[in-house]
């Protein structure tokens, strides 16, 4: 049972365009988000993050957004940059029995063409 | 400041074996998490150790099991190999459990033949 979903494989956006990723989960308790990037060959590096407590969180030319009624979150990338292509892990956070593990989606592969 | 290191990068064993993968975790975190990631798919959590303790596990046999040492490095070591043990396992530590900001390291890719 996947609790957090990417329906996107991928994505394709023209540099200097927005790139919108989008994430649903299914558990309501989920309340801390994360969003990741992983090139090949390399591990996931943290990206942005955003508490249920609000509903937006920005961070240059990353904003993520969160609707709890919905469960969806999406990441906005403005403007995009070749160099933003790579894989776009959505992860929340489980705290319950004290470990802090994370749940990721499959992932959206985004390519920025020049 | 180093980040969290993994070895080896890439291995290569045969169905009922076993293997031991290793991570250094980041100065100054005293937790790691071990993932697997499968082709096309994200990470899936396998297991946490806290202070040379597993403190949570995800849904994996315990042909899957680990160690943290005084240092806050870490093993995993899965047992009688099967092929769909085959992914990129990852490696992330941070400052504490419940703490959020995971540094991931690069995986060691195991092949399973």
């Known amino acids: 049972d996947q609790q957090v979903k990417q329906n996107s494989p991928s994505l394709s956006v023209q540099e200097g365009r927005i790139s919108i990723l989008n994430c649903d989960y299914t558990?309501?308790?989920?309340?801390?988000f994360l969003w990741y990037k992983k090139y090949p060959a390399e591990g996931p590096t943290f990206l942005i993050s955003?508490?249920?407590?609000?509903d937006k969180n920005e961070d240059g030319r990353f904003t993520v957004f969160l609707n709890k009624s919905a469960k969806h979150l999406s990441l906005h990338i403005v403007p995009s940059q070749p160099g933003d292509s790579a894989v776009y892990f959505c992860?929340?956070?489980?705290?319950?029995?004290?470990?802090?593990?994370?749940?990721f989606g499959q992932g959206t592969t985004l390519q920025v063409k020049p | 400041e180093t980040g969290v290191t993994q070895s080896p990068t890439h291995l290569i064993k045969t169905r009922g074996q076993q293997v031991t993968l290793r991570c250094s975790s980041q100065s100054g975190h005293n937790t790691v998490s071990w993932y697997q990631q499968a082709l096309g798919q994200g990470p899936q959590f396998i297991f946490q150790y806290y202070r040379e303790e597993e403190n949570g596990r995800g849904n994996f046999p315990p042909r899957f099991s680990g160690l943290q040492f005084p240092n806050y490095s870490s093993e995993l070591n899965v047992n009688a190999l099967e092929l769909d043990d085959s992914a990129l396992y990852l490696c992330?530590?941070?400052?504490?459990?419940?703490?959020?900001?995971?540094?991931f390291g690069s995986g060691t890719r195991l092949t399973v033949v």
């Open positions: 992860a929340a956070c489980d705290f319950s029995g004290n470990t802090g593990k994370l749940i």
């Open positions: 558990n309501s308790m989920f309340d801390y």
């Open positions: 992330a530590s941070s400052p504490q459990t419940e703490n959020y900001g995971y540094t």
């Open positions: 955003i508490s249920s407590i609000k």
